[in-house]
């Protein structure tokens, strides 16, 4: 197998229709090297599939639940990584909706309220609210 830059450029010559196939990585045996790219780059997607899976990540994120790293949040104080936080999507999730009104109610961060009661208002039409609150 070649190497990854060597595959992306094989993938970029290929892709082109002028085919610039001196400057190709797989040239040489014209007839051959199509299949020959094709072949390095399903081992790279396979080798890469590995490495997230003994990682513990999922190349589709739609197959995971739970909590896990799905979003990265960054801290615009510090430009680094924050850590410990979770993302609510209150318009696409009804129960996010919930969770961000019962906070705006519990907090005694005033203007911070103010601010999550104007966010999620209105309510979305997938969301109902509750009939006594």
Same mark, same amino acid.
């Given at each position: $197998?070649?190497? %990854? ?5 094989? $993938?970029?010559?290929?892709? +082109? ?7 190709? =990585? ?11 790219? *094709? ?11 590995? *490495? ?8 589709? =994120? ?15 104080? +510090?430009?680094? *990584? ?7 999507? %209150?318009?696409?999730? %009804? ?5 961000? *009104? ?19 208002? =209105?309510? =979305? ?9």
């Amino acid at each position: $197998m070649k190497k %990854p830059e060597e595959i992306k450029k094989g $993938m970029e010559v290929c892709a +082109t229709l002028d085919g610039d196939c001196e400057n190709c =990585p797989y040239d040489g045996l014209q007839i051959f090297c199509a299949g020959r790219l *094709r072949k390095d780059a399903l081992a790279y997607i396979q080798q890469l599939e590995s *490495r997230l899976s003994e990682a513990g990540l999922e190349l589709n =994120p739609l197959k995971r639940q739970g909590l896990y790293g799905k979003y990265t949040v960054i801290n615009n104080a +510090t430009g680094k *990584r924050a850590e410990d936080c979770f993302v609510l999507r %209150p318009f696409k999730d %009804p129960v996010a909706w919930k969770t961000v *009104r019962f906070y705006a109610d519990h907090t005694d961060n005033k203007q911070l309220a103010i601010d999550l009661y104007k966010w999620t208002t =209105p309510l =979305p039409a997938n969301a109902k609210e509750d009939e006594d609150a």
